[in-house]
């Protein structure tokens, strides 16, 4: 395998290579003098640290009297000057974050005492040399200063510019309650969030690793250099890592629902079923030490969390009425489980390299999950029956090894190998395992069976960073990085047989109108591989002035390699041969610059440029054995309300054919680019005081050569029959009060008609249809230090978003543009009182959910115009985006905690309360005309108390 292959003559080339410094290392680096001003040259600077597994590490101040020492990692460092015939000094308390850079100078005295002078100072705040913008999270104070549920959801309430759009709702876990979330108004998904593990990058999106077992994560969300590849956040999750010294820790908390939180008003907009917590608990254990002092050490832990909770909208049964939507039925209350268990070994082979490793597994249960609709049916558990759900098993894993190097005080390199992925399994409900899926459009109700599912994603990845550190070169001073990512990903989504027929049946107000077939069983493969190279150069001109400059070049190459697949009940056997798909590449540089205003380290001014290219997972789209379907017109014939044989003219290029999804017909583009995202940001930052700063930020994302999938032989000009009809109004009956204009609509023309016009291809959007972004951002940080920590900021986002990437009828260009702005105030902090009682809060205030009016256009026209000929329906956007807005969203998490000291333990006892207010305000709502229009599909949680106990050691 190529594959394989290229990984194995990289690792030949690293075994004689040098460095990289990767992102989860920090930096110490400054000026010694005497107190004249003078430099002083050979002043020995010795860093020292718990965290070191080594103790210690040294360097030697050059002729300017500068040093630098690098690749430190997280913690707590003592900085050591020392110089024959001067007095000694020694800086204490300096803290290092991932990726942050301390710049801590010196000034000696003459003397010739032994005797060290200490200096205890505030740890700097404003790093003035790197240009990647964000935040890092102490995970201490997450777990015992701060309310929440300990998940990576809590990272993104806390992180400025981030929003989530998922995994908030407390004691929700699984796939509902992994991360996922908006950055600056980009969705995060696997093409432009990047997650790590200790600097390794794994699936983004997945849960992990536990963020209990975690020193603290970094999260940067903008100015990105050439070592990452995506733009959006980059989560990296810093492990803990044992230590000469054994300490651990156990905790468990449980959470209960006091109240509820549906009103009349939500009752009355179609919302009966709320999320009600019957109980949420929460146990984890951890323990990390020494196996050999200095030399091999360990961490380990465990987390388990199990809730029983209701979902929106989501139901038991259809109540004693027997009849669905009529507000009697019962909620649905869900168990579900999640397991984590997760080991990290370090082992100093030598002063000089470190080989580790580390791995985790994932357990996640649900009785009831509904992640598949038929139709592009748009609902989120807003009318499902516990038999339209999916039983659910959910197994993630993370392994990888690394190995490290210091060869000398100017190189050092890095290697990493590991693959992290998943095995996902849906089923289907057992009493729902004869009845077929069923959905009706003007009530969006599902109810059946739901399709089985069955996904298994892989992500390989092997990547070397290398770099060395001259002490002075081409007129200043340098930092040299190099490096390579290659990475692998399969995401296969299988569909088996599904046990009531392989079919979907829509009806219309409870009348038959159409019938999906599945061509089931399915079981794919697809191949996404991608080659990167970067350089970078962190080029400090002066002590006021760094350029971060670098170059990636990353190249994909996306195939299907051939396969089988079963007869099913709508499809043959068949096998298909293998498809080249695409290999295509593009440089993508960034450049940043740092000015430091005064001199004096505590004002700062940024500006960064970067080109950020975006993976296409495109080999889906030309692997014919993919799930697929094909809508038809749907004749119910003897009114059973299920199909029968001869109800459904199954011929695709017959009367009855509406669409389809099949890869079948689908054609390569050979001119397709990659898509990118051009990013461009300033910046000032000022430390206002000790261990406080605030920051404004201004930040411009445009996209460029986006791709979508469009229907090539049925043009945009084929759509030329043009037909009036009324708009019904928000309540979608002809003839009432609320009635709008006369609209028009366009079916295509009848030689367009059948599957032999149907053929996609993924192209570029046209000139002048990118979508872009502006943002303005102000931010205050303090960090914890006298008894207490605080963290605020605004964010506002400005849209430019195409809602329809191409259109490809008239029909698709109304109100296709969303011009709204997005925001959200965010407030964070906690306060330690006297004998042990402390307090915490998270606070966020976010922007009303947006969305706008459409409407379904059925076949025939209620006043009696020429009818849709080609088309089984038209859905048409009747208001500019934003013009439909619900109330703005409050959330407020409080904790109150006590600690006990005991013999060489720490307890502590904890009550936290979330959504403190009980606020319910609606997250999601349905718009479309018609007896659900405005309908609510979520809100915000009820309140819910939170109490816990932990012990460390």
């Known amino acids: 395998m190529r594959f394989v292959s290229l990984v194995a003559a990289a690792l030949l080339v690293m075994a004689g290579a040098a460095y990289a410094q990767n992102l989860s290392f920090g930096s110490i680096n400054g000026t010694v003098t005497d107190t004249s001003g003078g430099a002083l040259p050979g002043v020995t600077v010795t860093a020292s640290s718990p965290a070191l597994q080594v103790g210690q590490l040294t360097a030697?101040?050059?002729?300017?009297?500068?040093?630098?020492?690098?690749?430190?990692?997280?913690?707590?460092?003592?900085?050591?000057?020392?110089?024959?015939?001067?007095?000694?000094?020694?800086?204490?308390?300096?803290?290092?974050?991932?990726?942050?850079?301390?710049?801590?100078?010196?000034?000696?005295?003459?003397?010739?005492?032994?005797?060290?002078?200490?200096?205890t100072g505030a740890s700097p705040v404003v790093d003035v040399t790197s240009t990647r913008g964000g935040q890092t999270v102490n995970t201490e104070l997450l777990t015992t200063a701060l309310p929440g549920n300990k998940t990576v959801a809590d990272l993104v309430q806390m992180t400025p510019g981030l929003t989530n759009t998922a995994g908030e709702n407390p004691g929700t876990l699984g796939l509902r309650g992994r991360p996922r979330f908006n950055s600056y108004g980009t969705q995060s998904d696997n093409s432009n969030t990047t997650m790590m593990i200790d600097g390794f990058q794994i699936i983004a999106n997945n849960p992990l690793p536990d963020v209990g077992a975690t020193q603290e994560v970094d999260v940067k969300t903008f100015g990105h250099g050439a070592?990452?590849?995506?733009?959006?956040?980059?989560?990296?999750?810093?492990?803990?890592?044992?230590?000469?010294?054994?300490?651990?820790?156990?905790?468990?908390?449980?959470?209960?629902?006091?109240?509820?939180?549906?009103?009349?008003?939500?009752?009355?907009?179609?919302?009966?079923?709320?999320?009600?917590?019957?109980?949420?608990?929460?146990?984890?254990?951890?323990?990390g030490g020494r196996i050999i002092r200095d030399k091999l050490w360990f961490f380990g832990s465990y987390r388990e969390r199990r809730s029983k909770n209701s979902q929106t909208g989501l139901v038991r049964n259809a109540g004693p009425d027997g009849r669905y939507l009529t507000g009697d039925e019962p909620p649905a209350f869900p168990k579900q489980l999640a397991r984590n268990a997760a080991v990290k070994l370090s082992y100093q082979m030598?002063?000089?390299?470190?080989?580790?490793?580390?791995?985790?597994?994932?357990?996640?249960?649900?009785?009831?999950?509904?992640?598949?609709?038929?139709?592009?049916?748009?609902?989120?558990?807003?009318?499902?029956?516990?038999?339209?759900?999916?039983?659910?098993?959910?197994?993630?894993?993370?392994?990888?090894?690394?190995?490290?190097?210091?060869?000398?005080n100017t190189t050092f390199f890095d290697v990493q190998y590991g693959k992290s992925g998943y095995k996902l399994y849906y089923g289907v409900q057992p009493e729902a395992a004869a009845k077929p899926t069923m959905y009706d459009r003007s009530t969006l109700l599902l109810t059946g069976s739901n399709i089985p599912h069955v996904s298994d994603f892989n992500f390989w990845v092997f990547e070397?960073?290398?770099?060395?550190?001259?002490?002075?070169?081409?007129?200043?001073?340098?930092?040299?990085?190099?490096?390579?990512?290659?990475?692998?990903?399969?995401?296969?989504?299988?569909?088996?047989?599904?046990?009531?027929?392989?079919?979907?049946?829509?009806?219309?107000?409870?009348?038959?109108?159409?019938?999906?077939?599945?061509?089931?069983?399915?079981?794919?493969?697809?191949?996404?591989?991608?080659?990167?190279?970067?350089?970078?150069?962190?080029?400090?001109?002066?002590?006021?002035?760094?350029?971060?400059?670098?170059?990636?070049?990353?190249?994909?190459?996306?195939?299907?390699?051939?396969?089988?697949?079963?007869?099913?009940?709508?499809?043959?056997?068949?096998?298909?041969?293998?498809?080249?798909?695409?290999?295509?590449?593009?440089l993508a540089p960034r450049a940043a610059a740092a000015w430091d205003v005064t001199g004096s380290g505590k004002t700062v001014v940024k500006a960064t440029y970067g080109w950020f290219n975006v993976e296409n997972i495109i080999s889906a789209d030309y692997n014919q054995n993919s799930p697929s379907s094909v809508r038809y017109r749907w004749h119910d014939l003897n009114g059973n309300r299920n199909y029968d044989p001869g109800e459904v003219n199954l011929d695709t290029n017959g009367p009855d054919f509406i669409s389809t999804s099949s890869t079948a017909n689908n054609i390569l583009n050979p001119d397709l680019k990659l898509a990118h995202i051009q990013e461009l940001t300033g910046e000032i930052e000022r430390e206002l005081m000790p261990n406080m700063a605030v920051r404004g930020l201004y930040m411009y994302r445009r996209f460029g050569d986006q791709s979508a999938t469009i229907n090539v032989l049925r043009p945009f000009g084929a759509f030329n029959i043009p037909l009036q009809r009324r708009d019904p109004g928000p309540d979608g009956i002809i003839n009432t009060g609320d009635d709008g204009q006369m609209v028009t609509?366009?079916?295509?023309?009848?030689?367009?008609?059948?599957?032999?016009?149907?053929?996609?291809?993924?192209?570029?959007?046209?000139?002048?249809r990118d979508d872009s972004y502006q943002s303005i951002e102000g931010?205050?940080?303090?960090?914890?230090?006298?008894?207490?920590?605080?963290?605020?900021?605004?964010?506002?986002?400005?849209?430019?978003?195409?809602?329809?990437?191409?259109?490809?009828?008239?029909?698709?260009?109304?109100?296709?543009?969303?011009?709204?702005?997005?925001?959200?105030?965010?407030?964070?902090?906690?306060?330690?009182?006297?004998?042990?009682?402390?307090?915490?809060?998270?606070?966020?205030?976010?922007?009303?959910?947006?969305?706008?009016?459409?409407?379904?256009?059925?076949?025939?026209?209620?006043?009696?115009?020429?009818?849709?000929?080609?088309?089984?329906?038209?859905?048409?956007?009747?208001?500019?985006?934003?013009?439909?807005?619900?109330?703005?969203v409050p959330l407020l998490n409080v904790r109150a905690s006590k600690k006990f000291k005991l013999v060489r333990r720490d307890f502590e006892l904890s009550l936290d309360a979330l959504n403190v207010i009980n606020s319910n305000s609606v997250k999601a709502a349905s718009y479309v005309s018609g007896p659900s229009f405005r309908s609510v599909t979520d809100v915000v949680p009820p309140r819910q108390v939170r109490a816990g106990a932990q012990i460390r050691f």
């Open 60 to 119: 030697v101040t050059d002729g300017e009297g500068k040093y630098q020492i690098v690749d430190l990692p997280r913690g707590t460092y003592q900085v050591r000057f020392e110089l024959q015939g001067f007095q000694p000094l020694i800086r204490q308390d300096v803290q290092l974050t991932a990726g942050f850079a301390a710049r801590i100078d010196a000034s000696l005295s003459i003397g010739t005492l032994t005797e060290a002078i200490t200096v």
């Open 227 to 287: 070592d990452v590849k995506e733009n959006g956040a980059a989560m990296n999750m810093i492990v803990k890592s044992g230590g000469n010294d054994f300490h651990g820790e156990v905790s468990t908390a449980y959470s209960k629902q006091p109240s509820a939180n549906l009103d009349a008003e939500l009752r009355r907009r179609g919302l009966v079923v709320g999320q009600e917590l019957k109980y949420f608990s929460d146990s984890d254990v951890n323990l």
């Open 350 to 408: 030598t002063p000089k390299y470190q080989v580790s490793g580390y791995t985790t597994r994932d357990k996640n249960f649900n009785e009831a999950d509904l992640q598949i609709a038929p139709f592009n049916a748009a609902v989120d558990f807003a009318h499902s029956p516990w038999e339209q759900t999916n039983p659910f098993d959910w197994k993630p894993y993370v392994y990888k090894t690394e190995f490290r190097g210091t060869p000398s």
């Open 464 to 586: 070397s960073n290398l770099a060395y550190v001259p002490t002075r070169f081409l007129g200043g001073r340098h930092s040299f990085k190099a490096g390579y990512h290659l990475q692998r990903r399969d995401n296969s989504g299988a569909r088996p047989k599904n046990p009531a027929g392989d079919y979907a049946l829509l009806f219309d107000a409870g009348v038959a109108a159409e019938f999906e077939a599945n061509n089931a069983p399915v079981d794919p493969t697809n191949w996404e591989d991608i080659y990167s190279f970067y350089g970078t150069d962190q080029w400090r001109l002066s002590d006021r002035l760094t350029l971060n400059l670098g170059l990636r070049w990353d190249q994909q190459h996306s195939f299907v390699p051939e396969q089988s697949r079963e007869a099913g009940q709508f499809v043959p056997a068949a096998t298909f041969p293998r498809v080249e798909v695409l290999k295509y590449g593009h």
């Open 745 to 768: 609509i366009y079916d295509y023309a009848a030689a367009f008609a059948g599957s032999r016009f149907v053929s996609n291809q993924t192209v570029n959007r046209p000139a002048g």
């Open 779 to 888: 931010a205050l940080s303090k960090r914890f230090s006298e008894t207490w920590s605080l963290q605020t900021s605004y964010t506002a986002t400005k849209y430019h978003r195409w809602i329809t990437a191409i259109a490809q009828s008239p029909n698709d260009e109304y109100f296709p543009v969303d011009n709204a702005w997005r925001w959200a105030l965010k407030v964070n902090g906690n306060y330690d009182l006297p004998n042990g009682f402390g307090v915490g809060a998270i606070v966020e205030y976010l922007s009303s959910p947006l969305g706008q009016r459409t409407y379904v256009f059925r076949s025939a026209d209620p006043l009696g115009g020429p009818a849709l000929r080609q088309l089984a329906s038209v859905t048409l956007r009747l208001d500019p985006y934003g013009a439909e807005r619900e109330a703005s």
